[in-house]
């Protein structure tokens, strides 16, 4: 199965703990600081993933990581089942999700905005307007820049891209005048 697919079932699942439990905020706040304490030890990431070290050494060097960092207890049970299924490894992929299904949940899109230069805070709140009242939702947006673009705005939402850049643009005048 692949890690997207079992990253929405766990982050669906857990997703459906923290919205009865109220915990939404602390639990992603939690996994966010478990996934930089696991990316910057590359000890630790070593010793999750590697199938010579005995399951019941991984269970005791979580078990003293929790007790240290003391998370809630929803964390800590996801912890536990993530090293339980041999998946914790992928800790960083799963709470990647969990915020995009909290995200989905709440009525939340991300877009991302691709630009030739930075702009300006008038023009991100057009912008947001702008995908607000095309998809009915709230948007988050991320924005990024790209020079190669010369001029324009290229907005991804999911799977569609909405290309308005300029070096498109002139590249589909080029085609129409190559094909006349």
């Given at each position: ?152 705005v290229v907005t991804r939402i999911g799977s569609t891209v909405y290309d308005g850049s300029v070096r498109t643009q002139l ?10």
């Open positions: 199965m692949s890690v997207e697919t079992l990253s929405r079932r766990y982050a669906s699942a857990l997703a459906d703990v923290v919205e009865k439990t109220g915990e939404a905020e602390t639990v992603k706040s939690e996994l966010r600081q478990w996934v930089e304490m696991m990316s910057s030890s590359r000890d630790l990431s070593e010793a999750f993933g590697s199938p010579a070290i005995a399951h019941l050494n991984k269970e005791a060097v979580l078990e003293r990581l929790i007790a240290k960092s003391a998370p809630s207890k929803t964390t800590a049970n996801f912890l536990r089942v993530l090293l339980r299924n041999g998946r914790i490894t992928e800790l960083a992929a799963f709470s990647e999700k969990f915020e995009l299904v909290l995200e989905e949940r709440a009525g939340i899109i991300t877009a991302k905005i691709t630009s030739a230069r930075e702009l300006g805070e008038g023009e991100k709140a057009g912008l947001r307007s702008s995908i607000e009242k095309m998809t009915g939702r709230r948007v988050k947006l991320e924005f990024d820049t790209d020079e190669n673009l010369i001029g324009g590249e589909n005048l080029r085609q129409q005048l190559v094909n006349g």
